[in-house]
T-cell receptor
């Protein structure tokens, strides 16, 4: 069985502060991990995936297989980063996405 | 390139009724996945269609059924609606296969309320 846990439902930081959104997963094989973001009144959209190893909008995430984690980080949060963030796992290419419950990030001015 | 579109955007039904939700996939995509998102929860996988065949199913009863058409658009049907079926239903399309990006792109969703 596969499971994704996002321990924080709500996270509030000030503009310019570092931010880390936590994601832990359980899966016996080698999964593919994603972060999706939903801005207010917009649809769910892909932020980044671990195999791309990119930085998108200043966000990075590293897959730590030893700790089964895929935390999302940004060194300097901006107000426009305020959104709902979902971590998701896919067991193999083409299969279902398993989502965490999401973390609502608020960046205060 | 058009994105994923879902219709209707909102729907109100009563318990016991049947509902059909529709999804037009992004141009060039061959796979559609459906998810249910209850309030305050992450999306939960219902099923996936690849080239008109069901290609995986989540933990949902048989009264949840679907179709994919030759143009890769899709329908989600729910029979004998229950109050707990009230949720946002999301459709995601992707291009799956060797060498493809295999990224799911989501529609805006259909908000279903069962009274």
């Amino acid at each position: 069985a596969q499971r994704v846990t996002q321990p924080e439902k709500l996270l509030s930081v000030f503009k310019g502060a570092p931010v880390e959104l936590k994601c832990n997963y359980s899966y016996s094989g080698s999964p593919e991990l994603f972060w999706y973001v939903q801005y207010s009144r917009q649809r769910l959209q892909l932020l980044l995936r671990h195999i791309s190893r990119e930085s998108i909008k200043g966000f990075t995430a590293d897959l730590n297989k030893g700790e089964t984690s895929f935390h999302l980080k940004k060194p300097f949060a901006q107000e426009e980063d305020s959104a709902m963030y979902y971590c998701a796992l896919r067991a193999w290419s083409g299969s279902r996405l398993t989502f965490g419950e999401g973390t609502q990030l608020t960046v205060n001015p | 390139e058009t994105g994923v579109t879902q219709s209707p955007t909102h729907l109100i039904k009563t318990r016991g009724q049947q509902v059909t939700l529709r999804c037009s996939s992004q141009s060039g995509h061959n796979t559609v996945s459906w998810y249910q998102q209850a309030l305050g929860q992450g999306p939960q996988f219902i099923f996936q269609y690849y080239r008109e065949e069901e290609n995986g199913r989540g933990n949902f009863p048989p009264r949840f059924s679907g179709l994919q058409f030759p143009n890769y658009s899709s329908e989600l049907n729910v029979n004998a609606l229950e109050l707990d079926d009230s949720a946002l239903y999301l459709c995601a399309s992707s291009l799956e296969g060797q060498g493809a990006k295999n990224i799911q792109y989501f529609g805006a969703g259909t908000r279903l309320s069962v009274l």
